[in-house]
């Protein structure tokens, strides 16, 4: 899974508007940015499966990214509604590996008020909420994301022939790969879950901070990436296993992975392989932690509506959080 960062050019023709979760509170609205009959609408007669009461394929894969953005929703401490810009498109898919979806923030926003850190970048959705205004115009969104329509398509060359399951109950037939956690990851992303720096050559964004990588230090460079030149910064992100997390709510949570591995100098290790993957590389946690964590690398067996440690890299860059169920969701396993 992948994190793409500026998808600007979407066209939101044909855009509908959907509406999550309880009708008073802020919440997310899915803006459809398929075409009639396609994707999110596909009209291809479907049985309900796994809690998911859809009877076609588009409302099925609408319920699901409903259903993962409520969960998001009951997390966050939303102040507007936030738009998420969906879709399925054909995204690369291999016999043995394909790319599942992909999110990024539409917009960035810096020195609004309220702002945790003054010029740093921060996601729309983030800034937003902070401040209780929504700023975008009405042809932009929060977040856009993308799903993998190849999934669907009977492809033995895609995958293995692995088909979508729209099940919200955890428990996916072999052979189908549950969506739900793959859009639980990608909104973390769009939410803010990614740097911004170019890490092929190392630049910040406009020569500003993003707000998650004021939280990414090297303990081989021994420096903060906020210290670094472009060309230490380049070094850093193909850096494994130097690469750590130093938000300190993060660190209070990090006690939920039993091995060593997973960390460096005490803290948790983001994944920044020999090879530099774009949208991969440090957008992740790194890919040894156990139990497995939501927001690594690959989609991992048995994670399916755990947040682990995202809420709490959230606090860190300064989200404002619900007080709800947060805590007790966080160790929860499907299987
Ligand atoms: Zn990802």
């Not at 994301?145 to 729209?166: A, F, H, K, V």
Request: negative net charge.
């Amino acid at each position: 899974m992948s994190a793409l960062r500026r998808m600007s050019s979407f066209l939101v023709a044909s855009a509908l508007v959907l509406t999550c979760g309880s009708p008073q509170a802020a919440q997310f609205e899915l803006v459809i940015l398929d075409d009639p009959g396609e994707g999110l609408n596909d009209p291809e007669s479907r049985s309900p499966v796994g809690g998911n009461s859809g009877t076609t394929l588009g409302e099925q894969r609408q319920i699901v990214l409903e259903a993962a953005a409520a969960r998001w929703a009951q997390v966050l401490d939303l102040s507007v509604d936030l738009q998420i810009g969906a879709s399925f498109r054909e995204l690369d898919c291999e016999p043995t590996s394909a790319v599942l979806g992909s999110a990024g923030p539409g917009v960035l926003v810096l020195n609004f008020p309220g702002a945790p850190e003054a010029d740093t970048l921060y996601t729309a959705a983030q800034a937003n909420t902070i401040t209780g205004q929504n700023t975008l115009s009405s042809e932009q969104n929060h977040i856009f994301t993308q799903y993998n329509l190849r999934l669907d398509e009977g492809d033995s060359d895609c995958l293995g022939g692995n088909s979508w399951y729209y099940g919200l109950d955890g428990n996916p037939p072999s052979g189908q790969v549950p969506l739900f956690p793959v859009v639980l990851h990608e909104l973390a992303h769009g939410l803010g879950f990614l740097t911004l720096v170019n890490l092929e050559t190392g630049a910040l964004p406009n020569n500003f901070n993003d707000a998650y990588t004021l939280f990414l230090r090297d303990t081989d460079l021994d420096k903060d990436w906020t210290e670094m030149s472009d060309a230490e910064r380049a070094q850093s992100a193909t850096n494994n296993p130097n690469v750590v997390w130093t938000g300190s709510a993060v660190d209070e949570q990090s006690g939920m992975l039993t091995n060593p591995g997973a960390f460096n100098n005490g803290l948790i290790r983001m994944h920044a392989p020999d090879k530099l993957s774009p949208g991969s590389s440090i957008s992740h946690w790194t890919s040894d932690a156990n139990p497995p964590l939501l927001m690594e690398p690959s989609l991992q067996q048995g994670v399916f509506n755990q947040l682990d440690l995202t809420p709490a890299l959230f606090e860190d860059i300064g989200w404002p959080m619900s007080n709800g169920p947060i805590f007790q969701d966080r160790f929860e396993q499907s299987r």
